[in-house]
């Protein structure tokens, strides 16, 4: 796919592909999901939406920050910037524990421990996907 850019009258021919589309939409969505889950983690405690009650808080993290980072690695061109979003995702998670104190929330370490699993169970599932399409 290609974009054609008129500029000061002289046609100029900006490449863009397909994959840098899916790249940018991919790094938009895990923005757009760490701050997803940075504003439902820090609400007071009573505010949380009505679906929370019906599965178990450890497996709610580890799902939540498996799909973020997985969505990180779908970002990343190269292992390299997949491990640097699943870093940030993780220090994010750290963060978040941290200032839940001051919400009204406790600091669980456990949490902690859910959100690196589901961490590197994102990027194992990317890890997968990707030796199974080079197959």
């Not at 990343?76 to 941290?98: D, H, M, P, Q």
């Amino acid at each position: 796919m290609f974009y054609k850019l008129h500029m000061t009258g002289t046609l100029m021919s900006v490449n863009i592909t397909k994959f840098q589309i899916n790249y940018r939409l991919a790094y938009f969505l895990w923005g757009f999901g760490v701050i997803t889950l940075m504003v439902l983690s820090l609400l007071p405690p009573g505010n949380e939406p009505s679906f929370t009650g019906l599965v178990n808080d450890k497996v709610r993290h580890f799902t939540a920050y498996a799909c973020v980072a997985h969505i990180g690695c779908h970002a990343g061109r190269n292992w390299y910037k997949r491990s640097l979003l699943c870093a940030l995702t993780l220090i994010v998670s750290i963060a978040i524990e941290f200032l839940q104190p001051f919400t009204g929330r406790d600091f669980e370490v456990l949490d902690i421990v859910a959100n690196l699993s589901g961490v590197t169970a994102g990027a194992a599932l990317m890890a997968l996907l990707l030796y199974w399409r080079s197959r």
